[in-house]
Each structure stands twice: as structure tokens, then as C-alpha cells.
Nanobody
Framework: QVQLVESGGGLVQAGGSLRLSCAAS????????MAWFRQAPGKEREFVTS????????YYTDSVKGRFTISRDNAKNTVYLQMNNLQPEDTAVYYC????????????WGQGTQVTVSS
């Protein structure tokens, strides 16, 4: 099993920044990559960004490109999401997720952390 714990959410004004962290524990050596998803009120959960442990390859949804940056610290089994120039539409619960291989679904999920951006 893999356990994921997010932290770093909060309330910020539009144009501000936040950094989320996701600490992985357990059988982390089995995981291939990590991702951040978000779910806004009344909307479906959506993919935000992902990164692979070995190569550090990253992918971003178009709406966050140039504003969000995902990174990882392999020694700490931790993934970060630096969010700059936050906008009210970024308000959501942000979830960290892990998958076991390329192309597989995300199997492990954190409990989520709330990000609220005021206008």
C-alpha cells in the first residue's frame, strides 16, 4: 500500500501563490508517477499536472501552464505543486495521486487539501 498526505492549501487573494506538498509513504518504490488533480464545487475532478519519479517528465493541463510547476524530491518521497498567479477559477480541493505504471490509472489518492482564491 501507498499512503499520500497533502498539505499547504489555504486562502489566498487573486494573483497570489501557494505551494502544495504531497508526502508518500509505504511501498513507494512500486509507484511510477505522481499527479495532482482538483475538484471544484459542482464539477468533476480534473487532471492538473503529473510527474514521473525516474525521469522527472511533466505534463500540465492547458489552464495552468506557465503558472503551476510540479516537482519532486525523490529522497523525501515528496511531490510539490507551486502555484503562482492564482485565480478564483483555481479554487478547488486539490488531490495528490499515484500510479504504478505508465498508462495505468491512478490507484492511490490523498485526502485532499482546500485551495480558495478570493477575487
Amino acid at each position: 500500500q501507498v499512503q499520500l498526505v497533502e498539505s499547504g492549501g489555504g486562502l489566498v487573494q487573486a494573483g497570489g501563490s501557494l505551494r502544495l506538498s504531497c508526502a508518500a509513504s509505504g511501498r513507494t518504490f512500486r509507484t511510477y508517477g505522481m499527479a495532482w488533480f482538483r475538484q471544484a464545487p459542482g464539477k468533476e475532478r480534473e487532471f492538473v499536472t503529473s510527474i514521473t519519479w525516474s525521469t522527472g517528465n511533466t505534463y500540465y493541463t492547458d489552464s495552468v501552464k506557465g503558472r503551476f510547476t510540479i516537482s519532486r524530491d525523490n529522497a523525501k518521497n515528496t511531490v510539490y505543486l507551486q502555484m503562482n498567479n492564482l485565480q478564483p477559477e483555481d479554487t478547488a480541493v486539490y488531490y495528490c495521486a499515484a500510479r504504478l505504471s505508465t498508462g495505468s490509472s491512478y490507484t492511490y489518492w490523498g485526502q485532499g487539501t482546500q485551495v480558495t482564491v478570493s477575487s
